[in-house]
């Protein structure tokens, strides 16, 4: 009777695990948002993480069979001898190709998905010498415990990279500020540059799928396209002091990035006086007896 208890026991985890694994997206425990991601290489990234959930799945319940039959076989017969195995040398050899075959069949398939990723020329084979016009190019400086951001003065159109590190270098007249929040296009490609202030921080946008390290005295390229529009957590994925659970920011996609930058900008100038033209809604109530 012991016997079958122990057979039931042990199977019975691998079934839960199993079926907690196939509600998982319906129960909204799977992707951030339990929604597809929201760029074209982030939809691409989750297909991979598809295909190999699917093949260790194939091979878990493989293995759980395996050993529930071997359980159950075992517990039908008390008197029965154990068989000693000194170990099949076919078998080995088996096991051995086999996930070797399955690992370099997942290295060479993602290889694509890795290159657009992390080798930029990879992606812009048109354009290598230079970034699109279209780009938006922004500098995100992490800091204890904030997203800084600059982007260029709104209208600016960066021709070469070499433009772009020029304006990298050092702020400019006519630079746009902000603090977790960035801005991006719907539909067109966003590029920034990613940097320190102090310590080791991670850029991480979940339904983008896009995460980077920020290095102290490194400036590093990131890119993506958003193709749905809305706002999505920015966080901090890497511990970088005790204010770290509060270095929350957002990313939001919009139309018009331009008008955004120009409202941006006239928030950033406005020196507290009423600007010319204009009349603040408080003034006019004053002026009615
Ligand atoms: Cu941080």
């Known amino acids: 009777m012991s016997r079958i208890f122990w057979c039931l026991f042990f199977t019975v985890w691998p079934i839960i695990a199993?079926?907690?694994?196939?509600?998982?997206?319906?129960?909204?425990?799977?992707?951030?948002?339990?929604?597809?991601?929201?760029?074209?290489l982030g939809q691409r990234i989750d297909d991979l993480f598809y295909l190999i959930l699917g093949i260790v799945t194939v091979a878990f319940i493989g293995t759980m069979v395996?050993?529930?039959?071997?359980?159950?076989?075992?517990?039908?017969?008390?008197?029965?001898?154990?068989?000693?195995?000194h170990g099949s040398h076919n078998l080995e050899v088996i096991w051995t190709i086999v996930p070797?075959?399955?690992?370099?069949?997942?290295?060479?398939?993602?290889?694509?998905?890795?290159?657009?990723?992390?080798?930029?020329?990879?992606?812009n084979r048109d354009t290598v010498n230079g970034p699109r016009p279209s780009h938006l190019v922004a500098e995100v400086t992490a800091r204890q415990f904030e997203w800084r951001?600059?982007?260029?003065?709104?209208?600016?159109?960066?021709?070469?990279?070499?433009?772009?590190?020029?304006?990298?270098?050092?702020?400019?007249?006519?630079?746009?500020?902000?603090?977790?929040?960035?801005?991006?296009?719907?539909?067109?490609?966003?590029?920034?540059?990613?940097?320190?202030?102090?310590?080791q921080?991670?850029?991480?946008?979940?339904?983008?799928?896009v995460k980077q390290d920020a290095m102290p005295g490194q400036s590093i390229d990131v890119w993506f396209t958003v193709n749905k529009s809305g706002k999505f957590n920015?966080?901090?994925?890497?511990?970088?002091?005790?204010?770290?659970?509060?270095?929350?920011?957002?990313?939001?996609?919009?139309?018009?990035?331009?008008?955004?930058l120009r409202e941006l900008k006239a928030l950033q100038d406005f020196d507290g006086v009423t600007p010319p033209g204009t009349a603040p809604a408080e003034a006019s109530e004053e002026a009615t007896p």
């Not at 395996?66 to 068989?83: H, I, P």
């Not at 702020?171 to 929040?181: E, L, Q, R, T």
């Not at 901090?236 to 331009?258: F, I, N, P």
């Open 18 to 40: 199993i079926v907690v694994c196939a509600i998982s997206p319906a129960m909204d425990w799977a992707f951030p948002g339990n929604r597809e991601a929201a760029t074209p």
């Open 66 to 85: 395996a050993l529930a039959y071997v359980l159950w076989k075992g517990s039908k017969n008390e008197d029965e001898k154990g068989w000693f195995s």
């Open 100 to 123: 070797a075959g399955v690992l370099l069949f997942i290295a060479l398939y993602q290889i694509d998905v890795w290159a657009i990723y992390r080798v930029r020329e990879h992606e």
């Open 149 to 199: 951001i600059r982007y260029p003065k709104p209208g600016t159109k960066f021709k070469t990279y070499k433009e772009i590190k020029a304006w990298l270098a050092k702020p400019h007249a006519g630079d746009v500020y902000a603090v977790n929040k960035l801005f991006v296009h719907l539909n067109r490609e966003t590029l920034i540059y990613l940097k320190s202030g102090d310590v």
């Open 201 to 209: 921080h991670a850029f991480f946008v979940p339904d983008l799928r």
């Open 234 to 260: 920015l966080t901090c994925a890497e511990l970088c002091g005790w204010g770290h659970y509060k270095m929350r920011g957002e990313v939001e996609a919009v139309e018009d990035l331009e008008a955004r």
